[in-house]
């Protein structure tokens, strides 16, 4: 899986991060303004540059290969998502929900008795299944909102 991409997204694409996110691949957000320090991240941790940002894609590391980056061409991040999967050749059910959506950390599942008072007591009374990062403490269960971001998933498969 060493050749599974990673990313860096600029905050011209912010929402790029969690659909990534969602999909299981490793995305960092750059809250920066600072082009420079985008791109030297991308290089140290060897990710891939998400950007609008033209000047970035003119810089001499991506024009001569050595920092792969895409210019994100919409800015509608239904379409800027439909450019990334066909540009990169993602799958869009690559590793789907094992990623934090807020701080990108690998999710550890937990044990229902666990978590007991620390999710609504319905959602304790109904779901068996709970994940939870151990960076920000959220958790996950599939409940509704988990269906609806199944679904969102799935129509990126149409085009």
Known sequence: MSDTPRFIVDHNVGKLAKWLRLMGYDARFFRGENDAELVAIALKENRVILTRDTRIMQRR???????KALLIKS???????HQLIDSLNLDYRFNPFSL???CNQPLVEREKAELKGSVPPYVFKTQEQFRQCPSCQRIYWRGTHWRAMTRRLEGLGGG
Not at 61 to 67: A, F, Q
Not at 75 to 81: F, G, L, M, R, W
Request: glycine letters at 6%; hydrophobic letters at 30%.
């Open 100 to 102: 934090c959506l807020e």
């Open 75 to 81: 800015d509608q991040p239904k379409k800027q998502i």
């Open 61 to 67: 590391l991506v024009t001569k290969g050595k920092l």
